[in-house]
């Protein structure tokens, strides 16, 4: 791209975005003040409870943060990265619905678990993936992190709640390092929810902020059916054009 396709594109997409009915900046990322009427009804936080708790149940993947340990030890790192986070993609299945509690397979060698084995709190950071998301943007859709620490589930519980099975479900690949393995040595644990942060889209027409732990934990079965998701179905607009500019204009101007 040309430096004069390059200006070109930068206005014409200014302009394209100024003439879309995106949220006044200043609750882009923040909740306007209850007594400024916005034209759509921010979701309470029981109801912004329930669509995370839905989320939870239909997402597979997430980040897992942790901090790498302060002490010294003989491991294989760069000693400038102690105390700081870290974010790893790992996989985990909604298999104590009851509870609202992940179920993670902790794999022994794999750095988040070694961080945890020192002694680090964890968090799994996880986001909607909405299939109808039109026009497409991400920052219109929900996502959350659930603070915590890890435990590991005792035999009884892994037979008893068909743990192995629920997680294979979600993920038929990780047969190959079920507990048990001849390769990696692994064990079943929960991510014990103590806070939940949730950003629910923009911030004039979602919840931001804390949910409390309670709202998370009782949340029944028949409510995480029964929500519909921003973009589960068609027909949701993440955000709404208008002057006649859609998707397509925008596209063309990125095209250029
Ligand atoms: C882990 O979180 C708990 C609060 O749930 C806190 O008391 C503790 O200090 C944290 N541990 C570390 C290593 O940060
Ligand atoms: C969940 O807890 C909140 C806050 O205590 C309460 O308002 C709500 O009625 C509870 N919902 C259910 C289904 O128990």
Not at 18 to 44: D, R
Not at 163 to 186: M, Q, T
Request: aromatic share 10%; with cysteine; charged share 15%.
């Amino acid at each position: 791209m040309g430096l004069r396709n390059t200006l070109l594109f930068i206005a014409t997409f200014g302009l394209a975005t100024s003439a879309l009915q995106l949220p006044s900046p200043a609750f882009l990322f923040a909740n306007p003040e209850p007594q400024h009427a916005t034209g759509f009804k921010i979701p309470t936080i029981h109801e912004s409870a329930v669509q995370a708790r839905r989320i939870l149940h239909l997402e597979t993947i997430g980040t897992l943060s942790t901090i790498f340990p302060t002490a010294h030890s003989t491991e294989n790192r760069p000693s400038d990265v102690s105390g700081t986070p870290i974010g790893l993609m790992d996989y985990f299945g909604d298999c104590e619905p009851g509870s609202g509690n992940p179920t993670i397979l902790a794999i022994s060698i794999a750095t988040s678990f070694k961080n945890v084995a020192a002694g680090s709190n964890i968090t799994l950071s996880l986001r909607w993936h909405a299939p109808y998301n039109r026009p497409y943007s991400a920052a219109a859709v929900p996502r959350f992190s659930l603070i915590g620490h890890l435990e590991e589930l005792s035999a009884e519980e892994v037979r008893e709640q068909n743990v192995a099975a629920c997680f294979v479900k979600y993920h038929p690949d990780a047969v190959s390092w079920l507990p048990g393995n001849r390769i990696h040595e692994s064990k079943w644990v929960r991510l014990v929810v103590e806070e939940v942060y949730w950003i629910g889209g923009f911030g004039d027409r979602a919840y931001i902020g804390w949910i409390p732990l309670n709202e998370w934990q009782n949340v029944t079965a028949e409510e995480i059916k029964d929500c519909k998701l921003p973009g589960e179905k068609t027909g949701w607009a993440s955000w709404i054009p208008h002057f006649g500019f859609g998707q397509g204009q925008v596209q063309e101007a990125i095209e250029l």
